[in-house]
C-alpha cells in the first residue's frame, strides 16, 4: 500500500524483569560492600604492622618483658624507690651488729651473707638489745639492703631507712647494717647463749 511506502519495523523496547546485555556491569556494580570491606582488612593490617615496627616495645610488654634488663632481689609487696640501678654486691659494706643477747649470734649471721658477696666488715656489738632484727640502709641502698634481707629470711618491713636512733654508735663506712635480734639469733646461732658478744 503507498502509505506504507516510508514504514521500518521497530525492534521492541527490552523489560528490567529479565537478564539484559548490560549483565557483567550490573555484577561489578553489585559487590561495593565487598569491595570496601576488603580494603578495610588491607589497611587494618598494614595499620597494625606498622605500629609494630614503630613501637616495638609495646609488643613485648604485652608479652610480659620488662624494660630494665637488670636482675634485682625484690620482696613481695615492698616497692623499691630509692634507688633505679642494681648496685653489686661486692661494692656494698654490710655490718652486722649484735642487739640479741645471744652469743656469737653477728658472727654467725656475717657467716651466713658470706655466698651473697658483700663486703662484710667485722661485726660487732649493738648499744642496746633489741626484740626484734632490722636492716637499715643508707640513702641509695635500699635494694641491696632488700636482698640481705632476702638472704636472712627477714620480713620487708625490716627493711628501714639508716637513723642515729639505731642501736649502735656509728656505722662508719657501711651501707647497709644488719641488727641482729633474738629472732633471728635463734635461727643463726646453734645453740643460744644469754651472753651479749659480737663473737
Known amino acids: 500500500m503507498p502509505w506504507l511506502a516510508g514504514w521500518h519495523a521497530v525492534p521492541p523496547t527490552p523489560t528490567t524483569d529479565g537478564p539484559t546485555s548490560s549483565g557483567p556491569k550490573k555484577g561489578r556494580d553489585g559487590y561495593p560492600v565487598v569491595r570496601a570491606g576488603l580494603v578495610l582488612v588491607v589497611f587494618v593490617v598494614a595499620t597494625v604492622g606498622l605500629l609494630r615496627i614503630i613501637h616495638p616495645s609495646a609488643s613485648s610488654g604485652a608479652a610480659g618483658s620488662t624494660s630494665n634488663p637488670s636482675t634485682v632481689t625484690t620482696i613481695a609487696g615492698h616497692a623499691s624507690t630509692t634507688t633505679t640501678t642494681t648496685i653489686p654486691a661486692s661494692r656494698v659494706s654490710v655490718l652486722v651488729a649484735n642487739a640479741s643477747g645471744v652469743t656469737g649470734a653477728a658472727e654467725a649471721t656475717t657467716t651466713k651473707l658470706q655466698p651473697g658477696g658483700w663486703n662484710l666488715l ?54 647497709v647494717l644488719v641488727v641482729v635480734g633474738p629472732d633471728l639469733a635463734d635461727r643463726v646461732v646453734p645453740t643460744a647463749s644469754t651472753a651479749s658478744t659480737a663473737g
Not at 129 to 137: D, G, I, K, L, R
Open 122 to 175: 667485722t661485726p660487732v656489738n649493738a648499744t642496746a638489745q633489741v626484740t626484734a632484727s632490722n636492716v637499715y640502709y643508707v640513702a641509695g641502698y635500699q635494694r641491696p639492703a632488700l636482698a640481705v634481707a632476702t638472704s636472712l629470711k627477714l620480713a620487708a618491713t625490716s627493711v628501714v631507712p639508716y637513723t642515729t636512733s639505731a642501736p649502735i654508735s656509728t656505722i662508719g663506712t657501711a651501707q
